[in-house]
């Protein structure tokens, strides 16, 4: 029986990976599977070695640090010393499990990572890194395949996850009645992050705006997402003032029925875009994290919309421009500005163009099998 371990460190790569494996056991179901995820790996059978709630949280303290050292420890002690898989699958999550690889590839274990670090947006020089230690990239973007193998790494373009994953548009009257929402206003919704420094940096400004943009405009109504990945107590927290109804457990549905979004960035960009919903992105953190940042992009954009289609779709308010007046701006743009709401409704469509329509899931798993010549096809 053939043995594989998944690491993933987020709980969206917990979902991409629940759709591998299920992939994966249409091929072969006696395949063993074991790994570190959440819920979604774990409903699909896989037995966790740990849970990503320490992994997923950021920082530069010593104790989060510490946790992901401890934790990696564990995990390579385990793999080499006890489990011994016949491959290893990384997913995302690019600090950790690039660390990672460089102990499994001493150890002589496989390694496959999809949805592999964005080398292409900033700090390139993890591209040797992956070389040397990975056996195949699946990456997930058109244009990531020819980098890779300019480099001379083996790859295999999948497609983006999103694309076979998203769920239908949800049915606008039906998602009101369930939640309140009065039929006869338009909807903005505002996704503050999944990170609870990003609740911190955030909240409060995006509160203050919709406060702002209600009183100007009473044909307006506001809808706050929650991070399913959040506890309560700590959403809670940064909800204070807000007035707003909250909704938890359906970003899609909520993506799909608003007629604007004021958004954290992140992969809810993307799937916003895939809904053709129109949307800014408005992003601010710690300073010093930004001034790295800054050091190491190499890109001009932060979006994934504006990535893909290397151009100015989607407005970016970032850092000290993160302010009432021109979130407020942008918002009423694309509510109120005809022409200018028709061409970025297009123009986001252009982008959903630009994405293969593979099954990203079916994908990996077909060259996760044939790395371990399983022979049932899909």
């Not at 591998?20 to 059978?45: F, H, Q, T, Y």
């Not at 911190?200 to 399913?228: G, R, W």
């Not at 799909?256 to 053709?276: K, W």
């Amino acid at each position: 029986m053939k043995k594989i371990f998944i690491i993933t460190g987020e709980y969206s790569g917990d979902i991409h990976a629940s759709h591998v494996v299920r992939a994966l056991r249409a091929i072969s179901p006696d395949i063993e599977i074991e790994g570190v995820g959440g819920d979604n790996l774990k409903a699909e059978g896989v037995r966790l070695f740990s849970d990503q709630k320490k992994m997923g949280k950021v920082g530069l303290s010593l104790g989060i640090i510490s946790d992901h050292i401890i934790l990696g420890k564990k995990i390579v002690d385990y793999l080499t010393q006890e489990y011994k898989p016949d491959l290893v699958l990384l997913i995302d999550y690019g600090a950790f499990n690039l660390n990672i690889s460089k102990f499994l590839k001493k150890a002589g274990i496989k390694v496959l990572y999809y949805i592999p670090p964005q080398v292409w947006a900033s700090r390139k020089w993890r591209i040797h890194t992956i070389k040397k230690n990975v056996d195949e990239v699946l990456c997930i973007f058109p244009f990531e395949k020819a980098m890779y193998e300019k480099y001379g790494i083996k790859t295999h373009y999948c497609g983006h996850p999103l694309v076979s994953q998203l769920a239908a548009r949800a049915d606008r009257d039906e998602f009101f009645e369930k939640h309140n929402l009065d039929k006869s206003k338009k909807l903005v919704s505002i996704f503050p992050g999944s990170r609870e420094f990003e609740l911190k940096y955030l909240m409060n400004v995006f509160i203050k705006t919709a406060l702002e943009l209600q009183k100007k405009h009473p044909d307006l109504q506001f809808c706050i997402s929650h991070a399913p990945n959040l506890p309560d107590n700590i959403y809670n927290k940064y909800l204070k003032k807000s007035p707003f109804p909250v909704v938890k457990g359906e970003n899609q549905a909520l993506l799909s029925v608003s007629d604007a979004l004021i958004l954290a960035s992140g992969t809810v960009a993307l799937e916003a875009c895939l809904y053709q919903t129109p949307m800014i992105i408005a992003y601010r953190g710690p300073w010093l994290f930004y001034l790295i940042y800054l050091l190491v992009i190499r890109i001009n954009h932060v979006s994934l919309p504006n990535i893909i289609a290397n151009k100015d779709i989607v407005p970016e308010i970032l850092q000290g421009d993160v302010r009432v007046d021109k979130i407020s701006y942008e918002i009423e743009k694309l509510l109120y500005d005809k022409d200018y709401r028709a061409l970025n409704i297009s123009q986001l469509g252009e982008v959903k163009e630009l994405l293969s329509d593979k099954n990203s899931s079916k994908e990996a798993a077909g060259v996760i099998a044939e790395f371990l010549q399983l022979n049932k096809s899909l």
